[in-house]
């Protein structure tokens, strides 16, 4: 298949350094209500990178749960493929992608789990079946012979925990939040002409910007 004539003129808005606000999260806010607003399907889905000791990058979706006053959230299970490149190596990126709206973002920092009080918290509020879920998926992305044994495993759970009662919060699952240290806003343009402009803390823990070439 070649689809080196495949191309789009993105023309849609416009991204210009002197009006930005000066927090990134002013503006990472603006742009996730505009998505919501515009319907983008699934706005929170972002992928998320990591890379573990042995320098092989891995990449998937996760869905962002928060925006903090430092960085964004996410849910999962810690004994992960993508936990254990956490254990690791704290550094991580996550992209969104909103065609509807011709726009990415990409978040890049420090990665660490959140408070377990939060993160049980959070699991408490999740649809039954979501929880029972979670504790199928013990360890997740580790192999399983077939369908049918994790649908038994998810029955045996349910009648452990039928849907009046609580189901207690998994030790190996919970939130991670990566802490930002740059976030790079990215609107498509005519001609290739995109603007970009990403922020970064200066030594003085002040967020800076700066316009970068497409
Ligand atoms: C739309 C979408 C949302 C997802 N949300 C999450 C999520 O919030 N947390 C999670 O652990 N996996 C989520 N997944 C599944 C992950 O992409 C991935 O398959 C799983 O976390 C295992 O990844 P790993 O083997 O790299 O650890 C989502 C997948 C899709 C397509």
Redesign the pocket.
């Known amino acids: 298949m070649d689809f080196t004539d495949q191309r789009l003129s993105y023309e849609k808005g416009v991204l210009d350094q002197q009006s930005v606000p000066t927090s990134p999260f002013e503006l990472l806010g603006a742009w996730m209500t505009e998505a919501i607003e515009q319907k983008v399907q699934?706005p929170y889905?972002m992928s998320l990178a990591?890379c573990g000791a042995d320098l092989k990058p891995?990449v998937?979706?996760?869905?962002l749960?928060e925006i903090t006053e430092t960085g964004v959230v996410?849910?999962?299970?810690y004994d992960?493929?993508?936990?254990q490149?956490i254990s690791e190596n704290p550094n991580a990126e996550v992209l969104f992608f909103w065609h509807e709206l011709e726009r990415q973002i990409r978040i890049s920092g420090r990665i660490a789990k959140i408070d377990a009080g939060k993160s049980a918290a959070y699991f408490q509020k999740r649809p039954h079946d979501s929880q029972v879920g979670a504790w199928v998926s013990e360890p997740?992305?580790g192999e399983v012979a077939n369908r049918e044994v994790m649908e038994q495993k998810f029955a045996q759970l349910q009648s452990r925990y039928p849907s009046d009662s609580p189901v207690p919060t998994p030790t190996f699952w919970g939130g991670y939040e990566i802490t930002a240290e740059h976030i790079e806003f990215w609107q498509g343009r005519a001609s290739r002409m995109h603007d970009r402009i990403v922020y970064s803390k200066d030594d003085n823990n002040n967020w800076q910007t700066k316009r970068l070439l497409p």
């Open positions: 699934e889905a990591t891995s998937r979706i996760v869905l749960r996410f849910y999962t299970n992960s493929a993508k936990g490149d997740q992305s």
